[in-house]
């Protein structure tokens, strides 16, 4: 059994940035593919960022691509998303995922931490 919380959410101006934190209970984090996905108003759960149980691979959508980064830190158990020139369309809860064998696919996913919302305001 896999717990995350995330963390790091608020309200940020247009351009500004944000580091999301996900901090994740069980032995067995440093196995786990790792994803960030997020959900505006109204629409469907969207992929961001995925990292596989190394670090070796990430993978982005194209939307954030070249202003986002994740990276994780298997001795402390954590993942982050480095979120920069961030815009008013980046606004969502942001939701840290666990163990998927196909990173983009968030139905893929055994386990979720309850989210945090973020506002980029214009």
């Known amino acids: 059994q896999v717990q995350l919380v995330e963390s790091g959410g608020g309200l940020v101006q247009a351009g500004g940035s944000l580091r999301l934190s996900c901090a994740a209970s069980?032995?067995?984090?440093?196995?786990?593919?790792m994803g960030w996905f997020r959900q505006a108003p109204g629409k469907d759960r969207e992929f961001v960022a995925a990292?596989?149980?190394?670090?070796?691979?990430?993978y982005y959508a194209d939307s954030v691509n070249g202003r986002f980064t994740i990276s994780r830190d298997n001795a402390k158990n954590t993942v982050c998303l480095q979120m920069n020139s961030l815009k008013p369309e980046d606004t969502a809860v942001y939701y840290c995922a666990a163990d998927s064998p196909a990173p983009l696919q968030p139905i893929m996913y055994g386990y979720w931490g309850q989210g945090t919302q973020v506002t980029v305001s214009s």
């Open positions: 990292i596989t149980w190394s670090g070796a691979n990430t």
């Open positions: 069980g032995r067995t984090f440093s196995t786990y593919t």
